[in-house]
């Protein structure tokens, strides 16, 4: 067997990659002109998925607590573009508010306490790729500081 196919199934048996991940992972190993043969034939057989790869790397990332602005910045430098992200996003439809509410609760478990600490917490929700409608649905676009 080839050796290069061997270690791409072997990646494979890890977890779910994106083309260009598995691509920069095997070039450590042989050119492009060697690699991009194998990856078209197992993208052929369905052993290379975008597909699975993005339902796989959504459901890690969202155990994580990571927004959609987020992950659409991260499958961009995997090389999946937005339309196959998207796509899977309006048949599985995740919860974002929940996602955010969740990792939001785990980070602050207490009330705001001032105006500074409810910035600190939007800057927070903003870095983790939720868009600003979800970080007021989460923090409240009104809510009062406790001391303010």
């Avoid at 994580?64 to 309006?90: H, I, N």
């Avoid at 602050?108 to 500074?116: C, E, G, L, R, Y």
Wanted: charged share 25%; hydrophobic share 40%; proline share 4%.
């Amino acid at each position: 067997m080839d050796p290069h196919r061997l270690r791409a199934l072997n990646y494979l048996a890890r977890r779910e990659h994106s083309r260009v991940e598995l691509s920069r992972k095997l070039s450590r190993y042989a050119d492009a002109a060697e690699i991009t043969p194998v990856l078209d034939e197992l993208a052929a057989q369905g052993l290379l998925s975008h597909a699975r790869f993005v339902e796989s790397a959504h459901r890690v990332w969202y155990a994580k607590g990571y927004g959609p602005r987020w992950m659409l910045a991260r499958f961009a430098q995997l090389g999946v573009t937005s339309d196959e992200v998207t796509s899977w996003w309006l048949t599985e439809q995740p919860d974002w508010v929940a996602c955010a509410r969740r990792v939001y609760q785990k980070k602050f478990p207490q009330a705001v306490t001032s105006f500074a600490d409810r910035a600190k917490r939007i800057r927070f929700l903003i870095q983790r790729g939720f868009p600003q409608d979800i970080i007021h649905s989460v923090i409240g676009v009104g809510d009062e500081c406790e001391s303010g």
